[in-house]
């Protein structure tokens, strides 16, 4: 759904061994619109509007060297256990009530406090 954004402490990251990371400040996941422009093709969350199939077909498309059966698997265990796909879809469902030229103007932010 998402892409993880963070500043990284590259001191950590030129050392030998496996590879590690050290976040600095603060971590964010950058989601993107919600509606594709045009005939762009969907990315991110807005994959998860789509019906199961066509997200299926989107991800075999954009991922055409991994198995399509572990793919699948994949996103079939994502719909059921991943708590926040009903608040894309109640969210797209919103946007959708706007006027089309007001669409694009909506922003949507979902903040988790732990």
Do not use: W
């Not at 708590?83 to 988790?112: S, T």
Request: charged content about 20%; proline content about 4%; overall charge negative.
């Amino acid at each position: 759904m998402t892409s993880v954004g963070v500043k990284i402490d590259n001191s950590i990251t030129r050392q030998s061994g496996p590879y590690c990371f050290k976040i600095q400040g603060e971590l964010y996941h950058l989601t993107g619109a919600l509606l594709s422009h045009g005939d762009q093709t969907p990315i991110y969350a807005q994959i998860y509007i789509l019906d199961t199939a066509e997200q299926l077909n989107v991800r075999r498309a954009n991922n055409n060297n991994l198995d399509p059966i572990v793919m699948d698997n994949l996103q079939t265990m994502l719909l059921d256990s991943h708590p926040y796909i009903g608040q894309y879809h109640y969210a797209y469902e919103l946007i959708k009530k706007k006027p089309v030229d007001e669409q694009q103007e909506v922003k949507i932010r979902l903040h988790v406090n732990l």
